[in-house]
Protein backbone atom coordinates (compact mmCIF):
# COMPACT_ATOMS: atom_id res chain seq x y z
CA UNK A 1 0.00 0.00 0.00
CA UNK A 2 1.15 3.27 -0.82
CA UNK A 3 0.19 6.40 1.59
CA UNK A 4 0.96 10.23 0.87
CA UNK A 5 2.13 12.41 3.96
CA UNK A 6 2.04 15.75 3.90
CA UNK A 7 3.72 17.87 6.39
CA UNK A 8 2.72 21.46 7.23
CA UNK A 9 3.94 24.33 9.27
CA UNK A 10 1.52 23.96 12.12
CA UNK A 11 2.89 23.08 15.56
CA UNK A 12 2.73 19.45 16.15
CA UNK A 13 5.42 18.33 13.22
CA UNK A 14 6.15 15.52 15.54
CA UNK A 15 2.64 13.82 14.77
CA UNK A 16 4.01 13.25 10.79
CA UNK A 17 7.14 11.79 11.78
CA UNK A 18 5.83 9.41 14.11
CA UNK A 19 3.45 8.13 11.01
CA UNK A 20 5.50 8.07 8.73
CA UNK A 21 8.47 5.73 11.03
CA UNK A 22 5.11 3.47 12.17
CA UNK A 23 3.78 3.58 8.62
CA UNK A 24 7.46 2.41 7.65
CA UNK A 25 7.89 0.31 9.98
CA UNK A 26 4.35 -1.46 8.87
CA UNK A 27 5.76 -1.75 5.36
CA UNK A 28 4.33 0.48 3.63
CA UNK A 29 5.33 3.15 0.76
CA UNK A 30 5.06 6.88 2.02
CA UNK A 31 5.45 9.86 -0.52
CA UNK A 32 5.88 12.88 1.81
CA UNK A 33 5.91 16.49 0.62
CA UNK A 34 6.96 19.12 2.81
CA UNK A 35 6.69 22.43 3.00
CA UNK A 36 8.53 25.59 3.45
CA UNK A 37 5.99 26.14 6.85
CA UNK A 38 6.89 23.07 8.30
CA UNK A 39 10.92 23.14 7.75
CA UNK A 40 10.61 26.32 9.88
CA UNK A 41 8.38 24.93 12.54
CA UNK A 42 10.78 22.15 12.79
CA UNK A 43 13.68 24.33 13.54
CA UNK A 44 11.86 25.44 16.81
CA UNK A 45 9.82 22.05 17.66
CA UNK A 46 11.70 18.53 16.12
CA UNK A 47 15.33 19.80 15.03
CA UNK A 48 16.19 16.26 12.64
CA UNK A 49 12.48 16.00 11.91
CA UNK A 50 12.82 16.64 7.90
CA UNK A 51 15.78 14.19 8.37
CA UNK A 52 13.63 11.42 9.82
CA UNK A 53 10.71 11.70 7.10
CA UNK A 54 13.56 11.78 4.33
CA UNK A 55 14.71 8.28 6.07
CA UNK A 56 11.55 6.40 6.67
CA UNK A 57 9.65 8.30 3.20
CA UNK A 58 10.18 6.31 -0.64
CA UNK A 59 10.53 10.16 -1.65
CA UNK A 60 10.11 13.36 -0.59
CA UNK A 61 8.36 16.02 -2.75
CA UNK A 62 8.79 20.20 -2.42
CA UNK A 63 5.59 21.67 -2.20
CA UNK A 64 6.30 23.58 -5.50
CA UNK A 65 6.70 20.88 -7.21
CA UNK A 66 3.55 20.12 -9.51
CA UNK A 67 4.77 17.34 -11.23
CA UNK A 68 4.81 14.99 -8.46
CA UNK A 69 3.10 11.74 -9.08
CA UNK A 70 0.65 12.37 -6.22
CA UNK A 71 -0.91 15.32 -8.53
CA UNK A 72 -2.51 13.27 -10.98
CA UNK A 73 -5.55 10.93 -9.99
CA UNK A 74 -3.47 8.57 -12.62
CA UNK A 75 -0.88 7.46 -9.93
CA UNK A 76 -3.41 5.59 -7.47
CA UNK A 77 -2.47 6.41 -3.63
CA UNK A 78 -4.13 4.44 -0.77
CA UNK A 79 -4.58 7.51 1.01
CA UNK A 80 -3.10 10.94 2.37
CA UNK A 81 -2.70 11.94 5.59
CA UNK A 82 -1.64 15.81 6.05
CA UNK A 83 -0.14 15.76 9.76
CA UNK A 84 0.02 18.61 11.08
CA UNK A 85 -2.65 20.81 8.97
CA UNK A 86 -2.04 24.07 9.28
CA UNK A 87 -5.55 26.32 8.91
CA UNK A 88 -3.71 27.72 5.83
CA UNK A 89 -3.61 24.54 4.23
CA UNK A 90 -7.41 23.47 5.41
CA UNK A 91 -8.45 26.83 3.64
CA UNK A 92 -6.70 26.14 0.57
CA UNK A 93 -8.14 22.06 0.62
CA UNK A 94 -11.95 22.91 1.47
CA UNK A 95 -12.27 25.98 -1.04
CA UNK A 96 -10.38 23.79 -3.77
CA UNK A 97 -7.50 26.71 -4.32
CA UNK A 98 -4.63 24.24 -5.31
CA UNK A 99 -1.98 26.68 -4.92
CA UNK A 100 0.63 23.90 -4.34
CA UNK A 101 1.43 20.19 -4.09
CA UNK A 102 -0.17 19.36 -0.87
CA UNK A 103 -3.98 21.19 -1.80
CA UNK A 104 -3.50 19.87 -5.40
CA UNK A 105 -3.10 16.19 -4.00
CA UNK A 106 -5.79 16.78 -1.57
CA UNK A 107 -7.87 17.52 -4.32
CA UNK A 108 -6.90 13.98 -6.23
CA UNK A 109 -7.88 12.19 -3.05
CA UNK A 110 -11.06 14.24 -3.35
CA UNK A 111 -12.10 13.87 -6.61
CA UNK A 112 -11.01 10.20 -6.55
CA UNK A 113 -12.87 9.41 -3.32
CA UNK A 114 -9.64 8.00 -1.89
CA UNK A 115 -9.20 8.69 2.05
CA UNK A 116 -8.32 12.41 3.00
CA UNK A 117 -7.43 12.68 6.44
CA UNK A 118 -6.69 16.24 8.04
CA UNK A 119 -5.09 15.94 11.26
CA UNK A 120 -5.62 20.22 12.33
CA UNK A 121 -3.60 21.31 15.19
CA UNK A 122 -4.97 24.72 15.97
CA UNK A 123 -6.81 26.21 19.71
CA UNK A 124 -9.04 28.36 19.64
CA UNK A 125 -10.56 27.48 16.31
CA UNK A 126 -12.12 30.37 14.56
CA UNK A 127 -15.57 30.77 13.21
CA UNK A 128 -13.79 30.74 9.83
CA UNK A 129 -12.29 27.66 10.32
CA UNK A 130 -14.99 25.77 11.91
CA UNK A 131 -16.92 26.50 8.27
CA UNK A 132 -13.92 25.39 6.83
CA UNK A 133 -13.68 22.51 8.66
CA UNK A 134 -17.66 21.94 7.39
CA UNK A 135 -16.63 22.58 3.26
CA UNK A 136 -13.43 19.85 3.36
CA UNK A 137 -15.77 17.39 5.58
CA UNK A 138 -18.50 17.64 3.01
CA UNK A 139 -16.06 17.44 0.18
CA UNK A 140 -15.06 13.90 1.77
CA UNK A 141 -12.18 14.61 3.73
CA UNK A 142 -12.02 13.20 7.24
CA UNK A 143 -11.60 16.02 9.94
CA UNK A 144 -8.99 14.79 13.01
CA UNK A 145 -8.58 17.47 15.62
CA UNK A 146 -5.38 16.54 17.59
CA UNK A 147 -7.17 16.11 20.94
CA UNK A 148 -5.42 12.56 22.11
CA UNK A 149 -7.00 10.63 25.52
CA UNK A 150 -6.52 10.57 28.46
CA UNK A 151 -8.46 7.02 29.46
CA UNK A 152 -5.18 5.09 28.63
CA UNK A 153 -3.04 6.59 31.71
CA UNK A 154 -0.44 8.16 29.38
CA UNK A 155 3.07 8.68 30.66
CA UNK A 156 4.57 10.85 28.25
CA UNK A 157 4.60 13.19 25.44
CA UNK A 158 5.43 10.26 23.33
CA UNK A 159 2.21 8.32 24.48
CA UNK A 160 0.02 11.32 23.62
CA UNK A 161 1.54 11.52 20.31
CA UNK A 162 1.27 7.93 19.88
CA UNK A 163 -3.04 8.11 20.81
CA UNK A 164 -3.25 10.53 18.27
CA UNK A 165 -0.94 8.81 15.49
CA UNK A 166 -3.42 5.61 16.42
CA UNK A 167 -6.43 7.37 15.98
CA UNK A 168 -4.84 8.35 12.01
CA UNK A 169 -4.14 4.73 11.33
CA UNK A 170 -7.45 3.47 12.76
CA UNK A 171 -9.05 5.82 10.33
CA UNK A 172 -6.66 4.30 7.35
CA UNK A 173 -8.04 1.27 8.55
CA UNK A 174 -4.71 0.34 9.77
CA UNK A 175 -4.17 -2.45 12.94
CA UNK A 176 -1.64 -1.27 15.58
CA UNK A 177 -1.17 -1.19 19.44
CA UNK A 178 -0.02 2.42 20.36
CA UNK A 179 -2.40 2.81 22.56
CA UNK A 180 -4.76 1.19 25.13
CA UNK A 181 -7.84 0.53 24.32
CA UNK A 182 -11.24 1.54 25.79
CA UNK A 183 -12.55 -1.30 27.47
CA UNK A 184 -15.38 0.51 29.16
CA UNK A 185 -15.94 1.04 32.81
CA UNK A 186 -16.00 -1.46 35.41
CA UNK A 187 -19.18 -3.28 36.44
CA UNK A 188 -20.88 -2.09 39.89
CA UNK A 189 -21.65 -5.16 40.40
CA UNK A 190 -24.25 -7.11 42.50
Same mark, same amino acid.
Given at each position: ????L ?16 E ?7 V ?19 I?R ?9 ? %? ?8 S ?24 ? %? ?68 K ?19 SI??
Amino acid at each position: MKYILAVTGASGIVYGVRLNEELKKMGFEVYSIVTEGAKATAKYEFKDAIDRIKKASVAVYD %ENNLDAPMASGSAKFDGMVVAPCSMKTLASIANGF %EDNLVSRAAQVQLKERRPLLLLLRETPISTLHIMNMLKASLGGAVIVPASPGFYGGPKSIDDLVDFQVGKVMDLLGLQHNLFKRWAGAESIGD
